[in-house]
């Protein structure tokens, strides 16, 4: 791998099943950024397991040892920046982040949200997309700002809302897709493609529009 290879945490709470699309994609002879560390808020994240088989760095900084946000996010900060990543990835991380967090590591965090941002900021998207009747549900990828799930949208990706799907058969497909996003995000702004001025996503030096990158 290239020494300038863009350097990558990931942050986590869960299965990770996106973590290891970025990591199956980071093994790519070609690919543009290594992963160099792995933060989890859970001692029992199963992603943590693809990142000790992959001999990726990990650690696990437990919020519930912190009496305040504020507390928990220092500590965070100085994990992470310990790695020196040039960008912080988060990959189904479930803690809300204090401004000076996101102030911090802004225009270098981005996040995956399976919703076709503006639409289901927020929990229960996949339900929620079906109980409105939508014919089309999917996931974003987006630089984090202070304001939830808002931030400059980088790629979309859409999936059928499909009769008779349950919340668990559309979370699938839309997963599916962010397995294919997410990884490309991540070249894209290693690649330099992707870039973020005064609030917003630009590709190749264009403004994106407010959707950002369409895919599906
Ligand atoms: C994904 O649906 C992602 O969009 C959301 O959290 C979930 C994480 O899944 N932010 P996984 O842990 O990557 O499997």
Redesign the pocket.
């Known amino acids: 791998m290239s020494h300038k290879a863009l350097k990558v945490v990931v942050l ?10 970025l990591i199956q994609d980071s093994h790519a002879p070609d690919a543009p950024y290594e992963i160099v560390g792995v933060l989890s808020n859970r001692q029992q ?3 943590l397991q693809h990142a000790q088989r992959a001999s990726i760095a990990q650690q696990v900084i437990n919020h519930q040892d912190f009496n305040d946000r504020e507390q928990f996010d220092q500590a965070m900060i100085a994990a992470i920046d310990g790695w020196q990543p040039d960008l912080v990835v ?5 803690r809300i982040l204090t401004d000076d967090f996101v102030t911090h590591y802004l225009g270098r965090m981005i ?4 919703s076709l941002l503006p639409k289901f900021a927020g929990l229960d998207t996949h339900q929620r997309a079906i109980d409105a009747g939508e014919s089309h549900h999917g ?1 974003s990828v987006h630089y984090v700002i202070p304001e939830l799930d808002a931030g400059p949208i980088i790629l979309q990706a859409s999936v059928e809302v499909k009769a008779n799907d349950q919340a668990s058969d559309l ?1 699938a497909r ?2 599916t897709m ?1 397995h294919k996003i997410y990884p490309l995000s991540v070249r894209w702004i290693a690649e330099n493609k992707i870039s973020f001025k005064e609030n917003c996503a630009y590709l190749d030096g264009e403004r994106l529009p407010a959707h950002g990158y369409q895919i599906g």
């Open positions: 986590i709470s869960g299965g990770g099943s996106n973590l290891q699309a994240a199963g992603g988060l990959a189904g991380f479930m996040n995956i949200h399976p996931a979370a839309v997963l962010e």
